[in-house]
């Protein structure tokens, strides 16, 4: 059974940092891409961050280039996303995904495992 399993998230000033993390399990986690999304309320879940297998080449959607990194850790079966100079806007539910064609994608329908989400809150 697959499992992946968010943390990392809390209250934050706006200008701090936050590092999120993933935990993956039940698959060979080296092969798949992996994004993080996220959905403030009353709005649709929106690409943050995409890694592919193999070589880890990143995307990043543009509102948060050049402050948020995606990284991996294939030997811990993890994902991370370090998250600099926020705003309150980046305030949202963060949830990190795996996608099995490995290519890190921006569209949330191809992923094909999620996890339960962590709440990013950032007080301005």
């Known amino acids: 059974q697959v499992q992946l399993v968010d943390a990392g998230g809390g209250l934050v000033q706006a200008g701090g940092s936050l590092r999120l993390s993933c935990a993956a399990s039940g698959l060979t986690f080296s092969n798949y891409g992996l994004g993080w999304f996220r959905q403030a309320p009353g709005k649709e879940r929106e690409f943050v961050a995409a890694i592919t297998w193999g070589v880890g080449r990143t995307y990043y959607a543009d509102s948060v280039k050049g402050r948020f990194t995606i990284s991996r850790d294939n030997a811990k079966n993890s994902v991370y996303l370090q998250m600099n100079s926020l705003k309150a806007e980046d305030t949202a539910v963060y949830y990190c995904?795996?996608?099995?064609w490995g290519v890190g994608t921006p569209k949330p329908d191809e992923y094909d495992y999620w996890g339960q989400g962590t709440q990013v809150t950032v007080s301005s």
């Open positions: 995904a795996a996608d099995r």
